[in-house]
Nanobody, 126 residues
Framework: EVQLVESGGGLVQAGGSLRLSCATSGFTFEKYAIAWFRQAPGKEREGVSC????????TYADSVKGRFTISSDNAKNTVYLQMNSLKPADTAVYYCAATPQITTAQSMVIPEYDYWGQGTQVTVSS
């Protein structure tokens, strides 16, 4: 059974930091790309960052470049999202998702992602 389990969300003041974790199981981690998406109330889900486990390619949305860092621990089949200098606009439910389509994964097209976690809430207060 494929599982992606997010953790690490919470309430933080503007300028603060959080580290999200996405623990995965049930598929060959090295053959997938893992991405973080977020969805704020009343808004569409959007891609935040993606990492291809096999070749290490990384993409960030313009809105988080320079503030967020994605990384992976292949021994633990886990992907992390370090979020620094958080802004109220970063408030959303954050989801991790996995796709085997590593050639196009960096575009973070939602239908290409087969497996999703349940999400973790991040709230940034002003």
């Amino acid at each position: 059974e494929v599982q992606l389990v997010e953790s690490g969300g919470g309430l933080v003041q503007a300028g603060g930091s959080l580290r999200l974790s996405c623990a995965t199981s049930g598929f060959t981690f090295e053959k997938y790309a893992i991405a973080w998406f977020r969805q704020a109330p009343g808004k569409e889900r959007e891609g935040v960052s993606c990492i291809s486990i096999s070749d290490g390619r990384i993409t960030y949305a313009d809105s988080v470049k320079g503030r967020f860092t994605i990384s992976s621990d292949n021994a633990k089949n886990t992907v992390y999202l370090q979020m620094n200098s958080l802004k109220p606009a970063d408030t959303a439910v954050y989801y991790c998702a996995a796709t085997p389509q590593i050639t196009t994964a960096q575009s973070m097209v939602i239908p290409e992602y087969d497996y999703w976690g349940q999400g973790t809430q991040v709230t940034v207060s002003s």
